[in-house]
């Protein structure tokens, strides 16, 4: 696409995966006009500092931020920031915005990211009953962040985990409420649920499993208690819900675009209508790796297919597929998670996960690497994920044999 037409690039999200393909149109020479809304008052920010070290105040939105402000206006890009977007009318090539505005595009990026799940149970609106998506949610939560004061936590995946740590550290008194058997079950093995269970009760937090939460009670509108299925109380002065999120395909949906658990895209993020790209956590993608198609939520997805994305609206393939990966941080701990583990037939560990505070867990299906899980081991994530894009078959024993060097560890 040349810059000389006439209405440019329109991305629709202010978030990740948009602020990349602002950077990334330029990197591939684009010129044209670039307008990137959002619905959020700030600038484009990285979210998953919200649930770590902005929760815990330890740095500021200047840290959080991906570019500085200055950066749009280097790069000529229109910011409309506090405009959502309602409509794509894909006929006449405009998005419509709640405002009443009516604005021209060549080319269409829908980067509108995901929200939060939100628990309908009696009681959810009462004050204090928060979720955790955005920056404005982090200073709800804060401001209850005095020593002593009881939260309840509401789903053990990885956000509502690092509140928990967080909050334990400012001297709040925690307790971790989740349905099923054992902790971030969606997502690792029972040995690393095990293992976390034990760093938080280590650490003071009260995590209990096999609890259905039934609704919230309070007095004078304010949360007081966390009522479960099996009639238990739970006292508390405020509540984190962490229970997933939803894409937000909507707009996609309505402009006709095909979208099944996200906005279908191929590996270009091209969508149904050649002049509409989509990326991030709101996609539906094919990954080359794993051979189907994948609905990812993390900050590798939307950067790189953000890149991706201003490829090929600037006329260029480059297909994203790459290993997937992801990471969570509680207390001093680094989990980086390389792959997908879903369909494991076996499950190896190196280091010892019952003592101590560093091992990985690898994920074999019938002998080939598929994921890896690694605490405080840079070295086992980083081997992984070549180990993983290359289908490698491994040994179990070698890999549970820790005298042999990660870089050794596919040699026969
Ligand atoms: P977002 O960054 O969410 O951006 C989408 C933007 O579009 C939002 O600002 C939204 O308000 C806006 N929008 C939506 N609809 C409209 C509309 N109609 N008009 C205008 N604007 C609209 N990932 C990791 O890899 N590692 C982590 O440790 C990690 N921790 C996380 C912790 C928290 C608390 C959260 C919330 C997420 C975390 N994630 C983590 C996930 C990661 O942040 C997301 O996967 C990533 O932000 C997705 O980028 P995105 O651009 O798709 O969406």
Redesign the pocket.
């Known amino acids: 696409m040349a810059g000389s037409d006439r209405n440019g690039v329109i991305i629709?999200?202010?978030?990740?995966?948009?602020a990349q393909a602002v950077v990334s149109l330029r990197a591939e020479g684009y010129d044209g006009p670039i307008r990137l809304?959002?619905?959020?008052s700030v600038p484009p920010y990285?979210?998953?500092p919200?649930?770590k070290k902005f929760l815990a105040g330890e740095i500021g939105f200047d840290r959080v931020e991906l570019k500085p402000a200055e950066f749009y206006a280097q790069a000529h890009c229109e910011l409309l920031l506090g405009?959502?977007?309602a409509a794509i009318e894909r006929e006449k090539h405009v998005v419509l915005t709640g405002d009443g505005r009516e604005i021209g595009y060549d080319k269409l990026l829908i980067?509108?990211?995901?929200r939060v799940r939100e628990i309908n149970l009696p009681g959810f609106d009462l004050d204090g009953v928060h979720y955790?998506?955005t920056v404005g949610d982090v200073a709800e939560i804060q401001a209850h962040f005095k020593p002593g004061a009881r939260m309840v936590v509401v789903g053990g995946g990885?956000?509502g985990l690092?509140v928990a740590a967080v909050a334990k550290k400012n001297g709040i008194e925690v307790t971790v409420l989740e349905t099923a058997e054992r902790v971030m079950a969606r997502v690792v093995d029972p040995i690393v649920s095990r293992f976390y269970e034990r760093i938080h009760k280590e650490a003071g937090v009260v995590i209990r499993t096999g609890v259905t939460v039934a609704g919230f009670e309070g007095e004078n509108n304010k949360v007081t208690r966390v009522v479960s299925g099996e009639g238990e109380n739970f006292l508390c002065d405020f509540v984190v819900v962490g229970v997933g999120i939803i894409p937000?395909t909507e707009?996609a949906q309505s402009a006709g675009l095909e979208v099944e658990n996200g906005i279908v895209v191929d590996a270009c993020t091209r969508t149904s209508d050649p002049d509409i790209c989509a990326?991030?956590?709101?996609t539906n993608h094919p990954n080359g790796v794993y051979g189907r198609r994948l609905r990812l939520?993390?900050?590798?997805?939307?950067i790189e297919q953000g890149k991706t994305a201003a490829a090929a609206m600037t006329g260029k393939d480059k297909p994203y597929s790459q290993v997937p990966w992801?990471?969570?941080d509680q207390y001093d701990l680094k989990l980086q998670i390389a792959g997908l583990s879903s369909g494991y037939t076996q499950a190896v560990t190196r280091g010892d996960p019952e003592a101590g505070r560093s091992f990985a867990v690898f994920y074999l299906k019938d002998g080939v690497l598929v994921s890896v899980d690694a605490v405080n081991r840079a070295p086992e994530f980083m081997m992984a994920r070549t180990l993983i894009a290359q289908h490698a078959r491994l040994d179990p024993a070698r890999i549970a044999d820790e005298t042999i060097n990660m870089k050794d560890i596919a040699k026969a």
Do not use: H, K, M
């Open positions: 629709i999200g202010a978030g990740q995966a948009g809304i959002g619905d959020e990285q979210r998953p919200l649930s405009t959502r977007v980067a509108t990211g995901s955790l998506r990885y956000i690092e937000n707009l990326a991030g956590d709101c939520e993390s900050v590798q997805n939307a992801f990471w969570s």
